[in-house]
T-cell receptor, first 113, second 114 residues
């Protein structure tokens, strides 16, 4: 069965610092990978996704993630965070022709002034 | 505006009571999903439906039931058999039945036990 591991449950950083949120998955077949963001008391929103092609994917608000097949990872990075980036971030994976996503347990990013 | 509407925002359940959470979408999406979110547990899939009048159990379906009589509606009933129902419940939908398509989420319903 597919699984997703987010290695850090909480990541506190200062404003304008770089950040990396780690995500590893377990699957020996082709995967589709996603990062979703959840602001307090709201639903989730798609941040970015990898389906095929370039292994580096970017979002419109400065986040990027790189698909690394050999390390089975899809880490999320941002070179300089803002207070408004404070939220919980979820990595998710879909394997092959499966009709559902498997989510990680989430990483709470807290950006401090 | 198109989107997913979940109601109510907050819900309280008494012991032995069934409660129903509403999920309506006007995105003309084919597939709909119900997730349960607990602190530190991420999202766990309860049920999903790829087409009208059809649905499948997810990873934690025990104590829950659903129906999909209309394309735009996918209500979730939390039955008295669910002994630990306190959680944040999220409904989502996708265009087409493939989970690789973007999932759009509602704002959630927070269920508590009295």
């Amino acid at each position: 069965a597919q699984s997703v591991t987010q290695l850090d449950s909480q990541v506190p950083v200062f404003e304008e610092a770089p950040v990396e949120l780690r995500c590893n998955y377990s699957s020996s077949v082709s995967v589709y990978l996603f990062w979703y963001v959840q602001y307090p008391n709201q639903g989730l929103q798609l941040l970015l996704k990898y389906l095929s092609g370039s292994t580096l994917v970017e979002s419109i608000n400065g986040f990027e993630a790189e698909f690394n097949k050999s390390q089975t990872s899809f880490h999320l990075r941002k070179p300089s965070v803002h207070i408004s980036d404070t939220a919980e971030y979820f990595c998710a994976v879909m394997v092959g022709s499966n009709y559902k996503l498997t989510f990680g347990k989430g990483t709470l990013l807290t950006v401090n002034p | 505006d198109g989107g997913i509407t979940q109601s109510p925002k907050y819900l309280f359940r008494k012991e032995g009571q069934n409660v129903t959470l509403s999920c309506e979408q006007n995105l003309n999406h084919d597939a709909m999903y119900w997730y349960r979110q607990d602190p530190g547990q991420g999202l766990r899939l309860i049920y999903y439906s790829q087409i009208v009048n059809d649905f499948q159990k997810g990873d934690i379906a025990e104590g829950y039931s659903v129906s999909r009589e209309k394309k735009e509606s996918f209500p979730l009933t939390v039955t008295s058999a669910q002994k630990n129902p306190t959680a944040f419940y999220l409904c989502a939908s996708t265009q087409g039945a493939w989970a690789k398509n973007i999932q759009y989420f509602g704002a959630g319903t927070r269920l508590s036990v009295l």
